[in-house]
Nanobody
């Protein structure tokens, strides 16, 4: 069965850092783009960062650009989100998403259960 399992969340002070990990299994990891989304209380889920299937391209929300870095290790079936200079407004549940978009195939999406990140003094 498909699994995406996030880890690395926690409580950090403003200005601190965390590294989130998402371990994938049950599908061909290298065929999927990987994304991190987040959802804060009372807010819609938003795309934070994305990385293409082989790691050649990345994209970031404007609010995290320059502070967060997404990366992946296809040999380990794992995607990471390095978060630096954290702000209280980064507080949210962070979700790992696997997305396959092919011209000749239907889209495919998988989601993790989420990990809580709280930025507070």
């Amino acid at each position: 069965q498909v699994q995406l399992v996030e880890s690395g969340g926690g409580l950090v002070p403003p200005g601190g850092s965390l590294r989130l990990s998402c371990a994938a299994s049950g599908f061909t990891f290298s065929s999927y783009a990987m994304n991190w989304y987040r959802q804060a209380p009372g807010k819609e889920r938003e795309l934070v960062a994305g990385i293409t299937s082989l790691g050649g391209s990345t994209n970031y929300a404007d609010s995290v650009k320059g502070r967060f870095t997404i990366s992946r290790d296809n040999a380990k079936n794992t995607v990471y989100l390095q978060m630096n200079s954290l702000k209280p407004e980064d507080t949210a549940v962070y979700y790992c998403n696997a997305a396959r978009r092919l011209v000749t195939r239907p889209p495919s999406d998988y989601w993790g259960q989420g990990t809580q990140v709280t930025v507070s003094s």
